[in-house]
């Protein structure tokens, strides 16, 4: 088993959570004025899978896809930015934290629409085909909730009927905004539908990073090599704070801090950081903290978009 | 020179191929391409030629195969999506309209989404409230969408290589009507640009802005009005986003009556923008207003019962005597011209 450095996903890990709790802490000076879904809690899913992937790897994600964006390679830069609606951003200031895009490194964008980008992923993989790239695949980023969508049926029928290159990561957090899986599914066999459909899927559970990892490098192998066609895995994870804002939501009455506690207990970032030596891991922080810092600078000396801007790119 | 005289299906059908042997990029899928019926011959022996992985059926998911093309488009391919009924894109809308029209400017210009949405509108014979809808003015709603809908031979393969070669998504409509009628095609490649409306015929009393079959519709309208000493000019927008209001703004400026026959619901229609657009323009360079009318589908659902159908579309007769009376109010004057031939003729079952 080829092993990942742990270094490198610490990094990831550490700098995903840190982003996102800056993010927080900024937002309620208004600078952000924009929507933001954070990851925090549910890194592991989108770093594990992402230090598995290659960089002519495509990904598409959700509307919380700030952990997708940056442990696929996207710029961090550009991606607060973005989140300020500067010019310099991701998006020029034009797609906002729910649509990052960075296509240099295989990040193909988010909807905020649940499920838009499944088959977008699947279309992407259905390209990969047609043009006989061997070492390509796509990826297709989707919550509990996309499950419920017409679309990810189809998504998965067409997939499987076309043995695509594509994974299918189902990242679920138990809720589609507040509303639980149990009230919306009349059983809880997500894999097991994915299965119906014609493809291998497991759940890993425990949000485990080295698992996730480690599953997602084997099912590349296997698309690539051509042993697969599309391969499905669902993601227990869980997310710690509100479904959208900086804070958390715990006295609303939904869900509850007991419910949390595990997830907390089980947090990846001190997993991975206590096998690191302890210098390295410092190390590896002080750098990241510069690197946030130097992000959110850059932002806020970032110009906003000229007016005539508001009409460009509307067509090619 | 002889004039080389296909049908509208054929020109489509030879846009295709020409495009797909032009650019092996190009392909495309849909419920049927591949079947016997071949979308009514427009993609007729083009499996044969380009095989399977270019031109393949599809399950019965036109959401998640909108998406496939968006998604084969974001890699770089040319999709064409075909559809056999307007009304099945209804379930394609999210990806259309929150993807395909959004993504090149969401994410700041970084992505093109190069892919047609073909598909077929109109009456036939009896297709009844969901086989007959023309749902354009939806898209025309939508900044990021061209909406395409050629009513000639020549204009249908013209716009359809423009559109496979446009890098924004198209949708692109064919009325059932139009499929079997006849005109000059060259057999090259050629383009037609978008944004350019035709005047089909000249006149000076009153203009007639067709849209899709109403324009040969209007035409035999316009022969009708000959009779009654009403010279008609027809005036063919070809492409609705963009749309050429110039080329309208000319004509009505000149007949200070227009009609628009429009191949839908007129209300919040093509024909409503339009009238829009010239009371704006009329006002704002303070001119006498002209008289204008629209006339449509009827404001109800399209039953398929034969006399009801009947009623239920605009025909030659009805846009003559609406043209008509526009010009001269209610002295009483009637058209013949009820069914057109190729309806008359038109046998099912599909």
């Known amino acids: 088993?080829?092993?990942?450095?742990?270094?490198?996903?610490?990094?990831?890990?550490?700098?995903?959570?840190?982003?996102?709790?800056?993010?927080?802490?900024?937002?309620?000076?208004?600078?952000?004025?924009?929507?933001?879904?954070?990851?925090?809690?549910?890194?592991?899913?989108?770093?594990?899978?992402?230090?598995?992937?290659?960089?002519?790897?495509?990904?598409?994600?959700?509307?919380?896809?700030?952990?997708?964006?940056?442990?696929?390679?996207?710029?961090?830069?550009?991606?607060?930015?973005?989140?300020?609606?500067?010019?310099?951003?991701?998006?020029?200031?034009?797609?906002?934290?729910?649509?990052?895009?960075?296509?240099?490194?295989?990040?193909?964008?988010?909807?905020?629409?649940?499920?838009?980008?499944?088959?977008?992923?699947?279309?992407?993989?259905?390209?990969?085909?047609?043009?006989?790239?061997?070492?390509?695949?796509?990826?297709?980023?989707?919550?509990?909730?996309?499950?419920?969508?017409?679309?990810?049926?189809?998504?998965?029928?067409?997939?499987?009927?076309?043995?695509?290159?594509?994974?299918?990561?189902?990242?679920?957090?138990?809720?589609?905004?507040?509303?639980?899986?149990?009230?919306?599914?009349?059983?809880?066999?997500?894999?097991?539908?994915?299965?119906?459909?014609?493809?291998?899927?497991?759940?890993?559970?425990?949000?485990?990073?080295?698992?996730?990892?480690e599953r997602a490098r084997r099912a590349r192998q296997a698309i690539t090599a051509g042993k697969s066609g599309p391969i499905f895995f669902e993601c227990m994870t869980y997310r710690w704070r509100q479904h959208v804002g900086p804070g958390d939501d715990y006295d609303q009455g939904y869900r509850t801090k007991k419910e949390l506690e595990p997830w907390v207990k089980n947090d990846q970032l001190p997993r991975i950081g206590n096998l690191l030596a302890p210098k390295k891991r410092a190390a590896i922080e002080r750098a990241v903290e510069r690197e946030i810092k130097a992000a959110f600078a850059y932002a806020e000396k970032s110009p906003f978009p000229k007016v005539e801007e508001l009409f460009t790119d509307v067509f090619a | 020179m002889k004039e080389r005289i296909l049908t509208y299906a054929e020109a489509i059908r030879e846009a295709q191929e020409q495009e797909m042997a032009r650019d092996s990029s190009v392909f495309m899928f849909g419920m049927g391409v591949d079947d016997h019926i071949a979308m009514w011959g427009t993609t007729a022996g083009l499996q044969k030629r380009f095989g399977a992985s270019r031109i393949f059926d599809t399950p019965l998911s036109e959401d998640a195969m909108t998406g496939v093309a968006i998604g084969a488009a974001l890699a770089g391919l040319r999709p064409i999506h075909a559809h056999i009924r307007m009304d099945f894109l209804l379930l394609a809308m999210n990806q259309i309209v929150n993807i395909a029209a959004k993504a090149r400017y969401m994410y700041g210009g970084s992505v093109n989404i190069p892919a047609v949405f073909r598909s077929v509108i109109g009456r036939s014979w009896g297709q009844g409230a969901q086989h007959s809808q023309a749902l354009y003015s939806f898209f025309m709603h939508v900044p990021g969408l061209k909406v395409v809908i050629p009513s000639t031979p020549y204009d249908a393969k013209g716009t359809l290589i423009q559109s496979i070669r446009d890098n924004n998504p198209v949708v692109f409509i064919e009325h059932r009507m139009l499929h079997t009628m006849k005109g000059h095609v060259p057999a090259k490649p050629y383009t037609v640009p978008f944004g350019r409306a035709r005047v089909l015929k000249q006149g000076s009393d009153v203009t007639i802005v067709g849209i899709s079959y109403m324009v040969p519709e209007s035409l035999r309208a316009a022969h009708l009005l000959e009779d009654a000493g009403i010279r008609v000019e027809v005036i063919d927008p070809v492409t609705l986003a963009p749309l050429d209001m110039d080329t309208i703004l000319r004509s009505v400026k000149k007949t200070k009556h227009l009609l628009i026959a429009d191949n839908a619901w007129p209300t919040c229609g093509a024909g409503a923008e339009i009238i829009a657009r010239i009371v704006e323009y009329f006002q704002k360079e303070k001119l006498a207003l002209p008289k204008l009318e629209r006339l449509g589908f009827a404001a109800t659902t399209c039953p398929p019962s034969r006399p009801l159908e009947d009623r239920f579309y605009p025909n030659p007769r009805t846009i003559a005597e609406a043209a008509h009376r526009l010009l001269h109010g209610r002295r009483p004057w009637t058209a013949k011209g009820e069914i057109s031939k190729e309806i008359a003729e038109f046998r099912g079952p599909f």
């Open chain 1, 1 to 213: 088993m080829k092993s990942i450095s742990h270094e490198t996903l610490y990094r990831s890990l550490y700098r995903i959570r840190r982003v996102e709790e800056e993010i927080a802490r900024v937002y309620p000076t208004d600078k952000i004025q924009s929507p933001v879904h954070l990851s925090i809690g549910q890194e592991a899913v989108s770093v594990g899978v992402a230090e598995a992937l290659k960089p002519q790897d495509a990904v598409f994600g959700t509307y919380r896809s700030h952990a997708l964006y940056l442990a696929k390679g996207g710029d961090l830069k550009k991606m607060i930015a973005e989140l300020y609606g500067k010019h310099t951003g991701s998006n020029k200031g034009k797609g906002g934290s729910m649509h990052l895009i960075d296509v240099r490194v295989g990040v193909m964008g988010a909807s905020a629409i649940v499920g838009t980008t499944i088959p977008q992923a699947v279309g992407f993989a259905l390209a990969i085909r047609y043009r006989g790239d061997r070492d390509r695949i796509a990826v297709s980023f989707f919550g509990d909730g996309g499950v419920d969508e017409g679309v990810w049926h189809e998504s998965m029928n067409f997939a499987a009927l076309r043995k695509l290159p594509v994974i299918f990561i189902c990242e679920n957090n138990f809720y589609a905004i507040h509303s639980h899986e149990r009230a919306r599914h009349a059983r809880a066999n997500i894999v097991e539908r994915a299965r119906a459909y014609g493809m291998p899927a497991e759940r890993i559970e425990g949000n485990d990073v080295l698992k996730i990892y």
